[in-house]
């Protein structure tokens, strides 16, 4: 079983940023898709990013706001989050895929509250 601990989350205003980490306990290839999702009260969950092989891929919403980049050394993935909107508000959700295990697995979340 593969563990997902993630970080990072809290309160912030309009504007401000907030930075994301989410550590695995089974070692990350490049191979190995990890990404972020998240998912806002009365709404389903949508993917934010991924990143594998180097390429990455985001929602249209985040583009521009929203990095994700990782440290296989580390065997972790991070989202920087700038110019966060209300509308960020949500719970984050790292996803790992591993692709020599042919299945992901999920982190427990981490609370995005964008307020003033």
Do not use: C, W
């Given at each position: 079983?593969?563990?997902?601990?993630?970080?990072?989350?809290g309160l912030v205003q309009p504007g401000g940023s907030l930075r994301l980490s989410c550590a695995a306990?089974?070692?990350?290839?490049?191979?190995?898709?990890m990404g972020w999702y998240r998912q806002a009260p009365?709404?389903?969950?949508?993917?934010?990013?991924?990143?594998?092989?180097?390429?990455?891929n985001y929602a249209d919403s985040v583009k521009g706001r929203f990095t994700i980049s990782r440290d296989n050394a580390k065997?972790?993935?991070?989202?920087?989050?700038?110019?966060?909107?209300?509308?960020d508000t949500a719970v984050y959700y790292c996803n790992v895929y591993y692709l020599t295990l042919s299945r992901d697995f999920w982190g427990q979340g981490t609370q995005?509250?964008?307020?003033?």
């Open positions: 079983q593969v563990q997902l601990l993630e970080s990072g989350g306990s089974r070692i990350i290839f490049d191979i190995d898709r009365g709404k389903q969950r949508e993917l934010v990013a991924h990143i594998t092989r180097g390429s990455t065997n972790t993935v991070y989202l920087q989050m700038n110019s966060l909107k209300p509308e995005v509250t964008v307020s003033s």
